[in-house]
């Protein structure tokens, strides 16, 4: 049984959710009450030592890193449905693309958005210096035309069909949205259109 460990309200964890009902694995979930801390709770960093969800626990070992939780559940499935298949002809060019946005999304609007995140909604947390939301902003508006070109030319953030990489843009572009950073066009299309699927988590 996979366990997965979320907040009681929605985070990050959510994307591994989707993924779970994507994939149709069997899971349970151990809700923590992140206004109380209780991921810096000693029973949670034996799971998880940076004291952050999600994490999920598997055949007695732990996992964490949204995304590479991701990873190893696609992996678990016999067809890795979330990725591009090993027998397609150009699977190197899909492999290549999926790294690429994913890559892209997380070192040039992520990390940004993280900081943004500091300032704006958690009272400028270490005291950022002045200027840098702006600067933030900045390089977020510089990033985010090109992720929106991708979706200008095909369905999903990485080609043709859904990844996990549509998993991490959804949350992406929503933690965006959040924070009152306005969407292009087609970015928020496809929020909406992935948001319409069927193993999208409803609540
Ligand atoms: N890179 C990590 C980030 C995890 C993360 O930042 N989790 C947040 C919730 S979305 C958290 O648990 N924060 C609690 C804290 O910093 O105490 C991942 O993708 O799993």
């Known amino acids: 049984m996979i366990t997965l460990y979320k907040y009681t309200h929605p985070s990050r964890a959510e994307t591994v959710v989707w993924a779970l009902q994507e994939l149709g694995l069997e899971y349970e979930t151990k809700e923590l009450d992140g206004h109380k801390f209780e991921q810096r709770h000693p029973d949670f ?3 998880n030592p940076f004291g952050k969800i999600p994490a999920i626990t598997h055949n007695g070992k732990n996992f964490t890193e949204s995304l590479a939780i ?22 190197a060019e899909k492999n290549y693309k999926l790294r690429q946005v994913i890559s892209f999304g997380m070192i040039e609007i992520e990390s940004y958005l993280w900081i943004l995140t500091k300032i704006k909604v958690l009272e400028n947390y270490e005291n950022w210096p002045e200027g840098t939301a702006e600067n933030c902003m900045e390089n977020i508006q510089k990033a985010l035309p090109i992720a929106n070109d991708w979706l200008n030319e095909q369905d999903y953030i990485a080609g043709d069909s859904f990844t996990l990489a549509d998993i991490y843009y959804h949350h992406l572009f929503n933690w965006l949205k959040m924070l009152g950073v306005p969407l292009p066009e087609s970015a ?14 409803k609540k």
Do not use: C, G, M
């Open 188 to 201: 928020k299309a496809y929020v909406k259109r992935l948001s319409a699927r069927e193993h999208f988590p």
């Open 45 to 47: 960093l034996a799971i």
């Open 70 to 91: 991701i990873e190893y559940l696609n992996d678990l499935h016999p067809d890795s449905p979330l990725t591009p298949s090993q027998d397609d002809n150009n699977y």
